[in-house]
């Protein structure tokens, strides 16, 4: 049987809710077999294969080593794909540093090997792997498959669990492809991956995922591209990648009228009234110190992330106001507002950014993370969440349009994420807290 046949006659055994076609320079993608109406459960699927870690194991602390010395895989896909040899590849050994697994469990984990991978240069590094760890003279075929089984493990496994570290292989969740603009989304517990449709998904359209978080779904082109090369060395080739201008990148015209920057970074979208201000050397020059700003204080503690937003937000918002950057700013300086309005405020221009930066935007948890987050900081304005509510409370509540926000963020995460999701859970808590004043 060929591969793609035996693929989709896995995928049939496991209900058939997708088909695996060749996409040519995406290589396999998977499509739905029927119609999925927006929240419904695509499928869920067990681990095929989890690896445990094992950090203070001699052999692990000799890939570590190894690791060090050679700038290309970490100890962790080392330690994968040893773990993933069969006992024919690994016969000549009577003392194996690994466990080992079956001929059939292999051979499903290079399936997603994808077959242009098939040859490295790095072999003989592999081969003086190996020989430290006790198995010299390993077959070029082993050393070859140990290669390959790398690259499954890199460029396909899901975080299991922290504590231990551990990976998981999902079969039919590996041959999804990336989009920047999902119409699926998977969540993964102990019991395995569901996926989800973001929203309708006709028969025969591609089944795609994300690679990246719901919240770097909104950085720009550059960047999103720029993580996925770096995680999983591909060149993102979806529609919004493609797209010229990048709604990422709003810039404020000189007349007040919203532009953008294009992929590139090489020009701005015309304006209506010709103005010729800003040029695109200074929304660059501008742009690279806010973003810089961004990915040097992510993990600074609160009150210096603060201390900088309380600085360059207001500057940041009047040249780059669609930024994803700037939305970052507005991120920080809402964790520490000195009044609920303001908090408020900077919650309500997050949403307009996220809302706005691509086609299925609203259909996106950090979307609905915000939109919580914008409605319990509108409700707590109006009063709602103090023990005595004022007078007033239920009809400032009502003209604010809270309580309906809070319900559409808690029915987005449920479609998103089901209804055991801890930031549904949260969200639902929330409405529950304040169900007194839904007057509707
Ligand atoms: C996890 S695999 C998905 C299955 C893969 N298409 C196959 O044939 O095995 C990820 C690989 O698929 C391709 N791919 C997925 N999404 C892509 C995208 N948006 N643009 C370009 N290539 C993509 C890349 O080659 C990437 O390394």
Not at 35 to 52: A, K, R
Not at 278 to 288: A, G, Q
Not at 400 to 424: I, P, Q, R, T, V
Request: one cysteine or more; hydrophobic letters at 40%.
């Amino acid at each position: 049987m060929e591969e793609e046949e035996e693929v989709n006659a896995y995928l049939q055994s496991c209900g058939g809710f997708v088909a695996c076609h060749d996409a040519g320079s995406k290589g396999r993608i998977l499509v739905a077999t029927r119609d999925y109406q927006s929240g419904e459960v695509i499928y869920s699927e067990p681990p095929l294969h989890i690896i445990e870690e094992d950090e203070d194991s001699e052999v692990f602390q000799r890939l570590e080593d190894f690791a060090a010395r050679h700038a290309l895989y970490s100890a962790r896909w080392y330690w994968c794909a040893l773990n993933s040899m069969t006992a024919s590849d690994l016969e000549q050994f009577a003392q194996l540093p690994c466990s080992i697994i079956s001929e059939g469990l292999q051979r499903q984990l290079l399936w997603l090997c994808a077959p242009d991978e098939n040859a490295s240069e790095a072999l003989p590094v592999f081969q003086e792997l190996l020989h430290d760890l006790g198995m010299a003279d390993v077959p070029t075929e082993v050393t070859r498959k140990f290669w390959q089984l790398l690259q499954v493990w890199k460029y396909n496994s899901f975080e299991y669990s922290d504590d231990p570290v551990a990976s998981a292989i999902y079969l039919q969740a590996s041959f999804h492809s990336h989009d920047c603009n999902p119409n699926a989304n998977w969540v993964a517990d102990d019991a395995g991956l569901t996926l989800r449709a973001r929203h309708f998904i006709p028969a025969g359209q591609e089944v795609t995922i994300s690679y990246l978080s719901d919240e770097e779904l909104f950085e720009s082109t550059s960047q999103r591209r720029m993580r996925l090369k770096i995680s999983k060395d591909f060149h993102c080739c979806c529609q919004r990648c493609a797209e010229l201008w990048d709604r990422s990148r709003g810039v404020r015209c000189q007349c007040g009228r919203l532009r953008f920057l294009d992929v590139e970074g090489s020009m701005l979208s015309p304006c209506d009234a010709g103005c010729n201000w800003p040029s695109v050397d200074e929304v660059l020059r501008r742009e690279e110190l806010l973003v810089l700003l961004c990915r040097q204080q992510a993990d600074a503690d609160r009150a210096t992330r603060l201390a900088s937003a309380q600085t360059f937000a207001a500057a940041a918002e009047q040249l780059l106001p669609r930024h994803w950057a700037t939305e970052c700013l507005w991120k920080w300086l809402a964790e520490g507002c000195a009044t609920k309005l303001e908090a408020k405020d900077c919650e309500a221009k997050r949403l307009r950014f996220l809302q706005d930066a691509y086609e299925g935007a609203k259909r996106n948890t950090h979307t609905a993370w915000v939109m919580s987050s914008l409605a319990m900081w509108t409700l707590s304005s109006c009063g709602a969440l103090q023990h005595a509510t004022p007078p007033d409370c239920s009809a400032r509540v009502r003209d604010s349009g809270a309580l309906e926000l809070l319900k559409e963020a808690a029915g987005l995460l449920k479609d998103l994420n089901g209804e055991d999701d801890k930031y549904f859970r949260h969200v639902q808590r929330n409405l529950e807290r304040v169900s007194h004043l839904d007057t509707a």
